[in-house]
């Protein structure tokens, strides 16, 4: 039995530094972008991201990219 894996939209997370508690613990915030296409480069989608984040009004910490797959028995 084979498996055919298709790759579909994925995401993209970025992540913020809101500040930080009374602990001295980093507080972060996320935001999610959906149907990214899965050709789009990573260098591309980093640069996207970091235009983004100019837009926000916290600093951003992290750009995570999510990728999901649809699997298919042949």
Known sequence: MAIIAT???GKVTLVF???VDED???VTKSKV???VKP?????KL????GALASLQQHP???VRRTQEF?????
């Not at 980093?46 to 991201?49: A, C, F, K, L, R």
């Not at 649809?70 to 042949?74: A, C, N, P, Y």
């Open 7 to 9: 790759e579909t939209n």
């Open 17 to 19: 530094n809101t500040g």
């Open 24 to 26: 001295g613990n980093l």
């Open 33 to 35: 972008f959906n149907r």
């Open 39 to 43: 050709d789009i480069d990573s260098e």
């Open 46 to 49: 980093y640069q996207v991201s």
């Open 60 to 62: 951003i910490n992290v």
């Open 70 to 74: 649809e699997l298919i028995e042949e």
